[in-house]
């Protein structure tokens, strides 16, 4: 069997998150820094392998996934979705061409979804990595 060896070396070391938060309105949030942004960002001495993730609008609006670096510049649009409420499944081809996933984050980038439009407590959305120590 083959298949991708950078994912077959981190799973003997990695650990799977899915960085999943539902309803952003209510009690502490940690992933939804307001009611139109969902951030997943690297912890401090981490490093991610983005493999992707969902989004689930429970109100009508467009939505942009892109990934940002530590100095919050745009390095990769990973999701471009017109006004809806269809889920989101990122990375989108449109968006990445070519680009080979896993794609590596260091301690303080982040996935950034933003949504056109204030959602409520039926909304969510995740971001599947695997991390390692840095």
């Known amino acids: 069997?083959?298949?991708?060896?950078?994912?077959?070396?981190?799973?003997?070391?990695?650990?799977k998150l899915d960085n999943y938060e539902i309803d952003p309105v209510g009690g502490l949030k940690v992933l939804w820094t307001d009611t139109t942004h969902y951030n997943a960002v690297v912890p401090a001495g981490k490093r991610w392998f983005l493999f992707g993730g969902y989004g689930a609008r429970d109100v009508v609006a467009t939505a942009k996934i892109y990934?940002?670096?530590l100095n919050d510049k745009l390095v990769l649009k990973l999701g471009d979705f017109a006004a809806g409420a269809a889920?989101?499944?990122?990375?989108?081809?449109?968006?990445?061409?070519n680009i080979v996933f896993p794609y590596p984050l260091d301690a303080g980038e982040y996935v950034q979804i933003l949504f056109s439009v204030a959602q409520t407590a039926g909304a969510y959305a995740t971001c599947f990595v695997l991390e390692v120590d840095a």
């Open 67 to 69: 990934c940002f670096n």
């Open 1 to 15: 069997m083959s298949g991708n060896p950078i994912v077959a070396e981190l799973l003997t070391v990695a650990r």
């Open 87 to 97: 889920g989101l499944w990122y990375p989108t081809t449109a968006e990445t061409g």
